[in-house]
């Protein structure tokens, strides 16, 4: 979907349709969810600080989030989704991957279906959606990014080499700042440079995520499109009003936290054995601290013991902004794949564009 939150709150509210609008907290501490396409011509964007959204767009509006009207809009954006296959897998409210190589309608074609999904939303919702069309879920994702808004690029298979070859480090899904600055250094600047890399190479200096780089810029990602995505890890952070040092008052912010992954593990049905604590000091360094049990957790108590264990375990070295806890290596079904669901796998990637 096309800035999700903004749209919907432009949707419902005429008076802000052409307007910069930030969804999310205007206070000193806040942070946008998501910007209109108007703000973004400022340089506003999610994640950003508050502050510094107002700064560069001193005109700029904030909107308070409204998750339950988005869950709603987003139920409605999926029923579509149904109408064509069942192999979708969800990625957030305004995002999902689809795998329509035996679709639901017949249609021969990946492009015209994504065509008719889009002006089916459009319809429904009134909101746009953009899409990405190729062999795998890593270049279909790029893809996505590249006629927004309220449109869609196809990458056939036989552009796919040549699409990545001139595409910029920056632009490959999953590599951050960080990672492409790295790449810089070592004179990756493009799909090109990184594709004359030795796949030994890029794991000497990337670690296993090498082996993916070497991969995805030939064109190969082998991840299937998963209906029901195994989760791997649950939680809950909070940043406050003002920096905190007392210990008393975060172990006070950690039984809160606690009490809210304990409402969403009985939500999902599971329970985990890592309890990870995540600290952001005032000067916005971030550390985390982790440790596993023996056996799986999914109580306010026992989380909250966990995370004062590591609250504890080494000194703060400053005043505190953020606090969260998360749990991992959840207790979520492993099982092996069907026979039918193996079928669906092994015709994925030979479809017509």
Do not use: W
Request: hydrophobic share 35%; net charge positive.
């Amino acid at each position: 979907m096309d800035a999700f939150y903004a749209s919907v709150e432009q949707l419902d509210n005429p008076e802000l349709r052409g307007k910069a609008i930030a969804v999310g907290g205007s206070s000193q501490r806040g942070v946008v969810s998501a910007a209109s396409y108007e703000a973004r011509k400022y340089g506003v964007k999610s994640a950003m600080s508050s502050i510094i959204a107002k700064r560069n767009c001193p005109h700029l509006i904030f909107v308070k989030t409204r998750f339950d009207r988005y869950r709603e809009i987003s139920q409605q954006i999926r029923e579509i989704f149904y109408e064509y296959t069942d192999l979708v897998e969800p990625l957030s409210l305004d995002e999902a991957y689809l795998d329509v190589t035996e679709n639901k309608k017949g249609n021969p074609s990946a492009s015209l279906i994504a065509k008719e999904i889009r002006e089916k939303i459009k319809e429904k919702t009134g909101l746009n959606a953009s899409a990405g069309i190729s062999i795998n879920k890593f270049i279909a994702k790029i893809a996505s990014d590249f006629n927004k808004p309220n449109g869609q690029k196809t990458v056939n298979p036989e552009e796919v080499e040549a699409f990545l070859e001139v595409l910029d480090i920056r632009k490959f899904h999953g590599v951050g700042k960080v990672t492409a600055e790295k790449m810089y250094m070592l004179g990756i600047f493009t799909g090109k440079d990184l594709k004359k890399k030795s796949q030994e190479y890029l794991i000497e200096k990337f670690g296993k995520s090498g082996a993916h780089y070497y991969n995805v810029v030939r064109g190969i990602h082998l991840s299937e499109v998963k209906p029901n995505r195994i989760r791997k890890s649950l939680g809950a952070e909070r940043t406050f009003n003002e920096n905190i040092s007392s210990e008393i008052f975060m172990l006070e912010r950690l039984e809160n936290i606690a009490e809210e992954i304990e409402r969403r593990l009985k939500k999902s049905k599971v329970a985990g054995k890592t309890v990870t604590l995540k600290i952001k000091y005032s000067d916005f360094t971030l550390q985390t601290r982790s440790k596993t049990i023996s056996f799986y957790i999914s109580s306010k108590e026992l989380i909250l013991e966990n995370a004062k264990e590591l609250l504890y375990q080494e000194k703060m070295k400053n005043s505190v902004r953020l606090l969260g806890i998360s749990l991992s290596n959840l207790n979520t079904d492993k099982s092996e794949k069907k026979p039918e669901e193996e079928k669906k796998v092994e015709v994925q990637l030979k479809f017509e564009f």
